[in-house]
Structure formats: C-alpha cells, structure tokens
C-alpha cells in the first residue's frame, strides 16, 4: 500500500509538505522513496517522526540532500545512536536550501551533536534550530554557541529540556548578545541557575533586539531573580521572558 502510495506521487504529483510517522522502511522502499524525493521540485517540509530506517540513515542521509527545494527538515524521536549522528552533518552540510532543522526528542548528548555543529557554523541559510528534549549539555552548548557567532544567520534556537548548566547557559547568553540575527532563545528545563541568569539579566538590559527569552524551570533562586527584575525595568526592547518554575 505505501509503494502505491509513492508510484502515485512519482507521477509528477506537486507536493509541498510530506509526513512520514510510525514507519520502518526496507531498502527498496527507501530507493522508492528517493525517486519520489527528486521527482517533487516543489517539496519544501520534510517531516519524519517516530520512523525507523535502523542502518538505512546512511540512505536516508544521502536521499535528503537531493530534494533541491528543501526548506524544513523534522526528524523527530528517532533517538540517534552515535554512528547515526555520524551521517547527520554530511547531510545538513549538503542541504544547501534549509532554513529550518528540528532534532527534537532525539537523545543526543554532546559526542553526537560536536560534528553537526561544525557544520553548522558554515551553514549558509540556517535560521532556526530546534534541539529539545535531548541531552546536550555544557560542552556541547558551548560548541553550539560558537557556531551561532561563526555563522550569524540563525534566529531563534529551542533547548528545552537539555543539561545546560551555568557555564553552557553564560556561552548562549554571549551568542545572544553578540549575534545580531539572534533573537530568540528558549532554555526551558535546564540548570542555569543564579549564574547564569545574571548573565542573561545583563544581556536583557543593554539590548537593542526584540528578544523572546524562556527560562523557565532553571534552578533560578532570589539572586536571579532580583537581577532578572531590575534587568527589566532598563530594558525597553524585550517582547517576551518566561521565567517561571523557578
């Protein structure tokens, strides 16, 4: 039933947006499904979640690339193995079209993320980054802070529920600050603490962007707290900060 479903798309069908959920793709059908990719110039949001290709990402990775239109890319709670994360930045290297990439719900800590986001500094039209519900955490959110400065595109990064703490939180705040394109920032679930709350509060007061900034649920006690409240009454360009649960 699904091969039928990909012959009638391989007709010339226009498709602008294809979901993919609860799957498991043999070989032959990945093959298919390349055909039906490179036949469909107007598909523009690729969207797979809880789908298994198991070795095939290899494929799967090669596939993607080719779809010249691509603009956003969700793979959703594939959980990647390290020598799955391995295939990931070739393929984001290669998608020269992709504005929009969403990992969320992937488990991935900082030995699979380092690769990917070396590629992402030389990405040259990324702008948004979604990377919740992984497990990424100083390391890596240091490394990623680099690249967001390096490249200078991206806008709005989501990090919800990770294992950021104080010194992953203070290299994110810097990329905010520093990265003109940047302004929107969600570290909702993570560890920041007083720390780097105090960070972000000096950020939040000496900004000329319209930032939206979530820090809910950090681990952010009265010191925070207190610096976040006056950072407020300074700052006139802040459009949203969520900080509750703390």
Not at 111 to 119: A, R, T, Y
Not at 210 to 231: F, K, P, R, T, V
């Amino acid at each position: 039933e699904r091969n039928a479903v990909w012959r009638f798309l391989l007709k010339g069908t226009p498709i602008e947006v294809l979901k993919i959920t609860n799957a498991t793709f043999t070989i032959d059908e990945l093959c298919l499904l390349s055909r039906v990719f490179q036949s469909s110039p107007a598909l523009m949001t690729l969207k797979y979640k809880n789908v298994s290709v198991d070795k095939e990402l290899g494929m799967l990775c090669r596939i993607i690339p080719k779809i010249p239109t691509l603009a956003h890319l969700r793979l959703n709670l594939y959980k990647l193995k390290s020598r799955d994360s391995n295939f990931l930045p070739i393929m984001i290297a290669d998608s020269k079209s992709l504005i929009t990439l969403d990992l969320n719900g992937n488990a991935m800590a900082d030995l699979e993320c380092v690769n990917l986001f070396s590629v992402l500094a030389t990405h040259p039209t990324l702008q948004v980054l979604k990377l919740a519900w992984n497990m990424i955490s100083n390391k890596g959110a240091i490394k990623l802070a680099e690249a967001i400065v390096t490249q200078g595109l991206l806008k709005s990064l989501d990090l919800w529920h990770n294992k950021i703490e104080a010194a992953g939180g203070i290299a994110l705040a810097n990329a905010l600050e520093t990265t003109p394109m940047f302004y929107k920032l969600c570290l909702w679930q993570n560890m920041i603490k007083d720390e780097g709350a105090k960070v972000f509060a000096n950020v939040i007061a000496n900004t000329t962007k319209h930032l939206q900034l979530n820090l809910c649920s950090n681990n952010i006690e009265s010191a925070g707290c207190i610096a976040l409240d006056e950072a407020l009454e300074k700052c006139k360009n802040l459009v949203e900060l969520d900080a509750w649960g703390n």
